[in-house]
């Protein structure tokens, strides 16, 4: 944890530290940097029409109720999200970043025919984001991703392969 660092965005006292980011972050700041980095996909994906409605997997996960909250935040009323247990063409699927590398990354390398192509959210936050913002927005964490140990092993020396796999493997399953 941080001790007695500030944040390098406001220069209050920062709460979160990044494994892959040599800069800190206080909690605000750190909200506003994944919010906008949502917004963002939103905008740039079509994946949700505003003023209309969306369906959303219900899974229990910590993943399925931060969306549910970062949607209402940035749509407010212009936005009904119909939660729904079974997850069908358009429904909305939260994830994170680490699941869709595992995933998409298996899918390559074992040349399976199977396309990974159904509407995520949060695909381009990693977990420990995911974590970090559900301990700030008080929402339970409870089940970790199941971690890939190859990646974990690239990751660890070189800090940041996970979102540089992420671009990658997006050219391959666009
Ligand atoms: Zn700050």
């Known amino acids: 944890m941080v001790t007695n660092q500030k944040c390098s965005k406001c220069g209050r006292k920062a709460t979160i530290n990044l494994s892959y980011d040599k800069r800190n972050y206080c909690d605000s700041c750190f909200l506003k940097m994944i919010e906008k980095r949502v917004r963002k996909d939103i905008r740039t994906s079509n994946k949700i029409e505003p003023r209309g409605s969306v369906k959303l997997l219900n899974d229990d996960s ?9 949607l209402k935040n940035i749509f407010g009323k212009h936005l009904t999200i119909k939660e729904v247990k079974k997850a069908s063409k358009e429904t909305l699927i939260p994830t994170n970043l680490d699941r869709e590398v595992k995933e998409k990354l298996e899918i390559y390398l074992e040349n399976k025919k199977e396309k990974p192509s159904r509407k995520k959210i949060l ?51 666009p």
Do not use: D, W
């Open 123 to 173: 695909h381009n936050v990693l977990e420990e984001e995911i974590i970090e913002m559900c301990r700030i927005k008080k929402i339970k964490i409870g089940k970790k991703e199941k971690k890939n140990s190859l990646i974990e092993s690239i990751e660890k020396p070189y800090p940041g392969t996970k979102f540089a796999l992420a671009k990658s493997l997006k050219k391959i399953f």
């Open 62 to 70: 910590k993943e399925f109720f931060l969306t549910k909250q970062l």
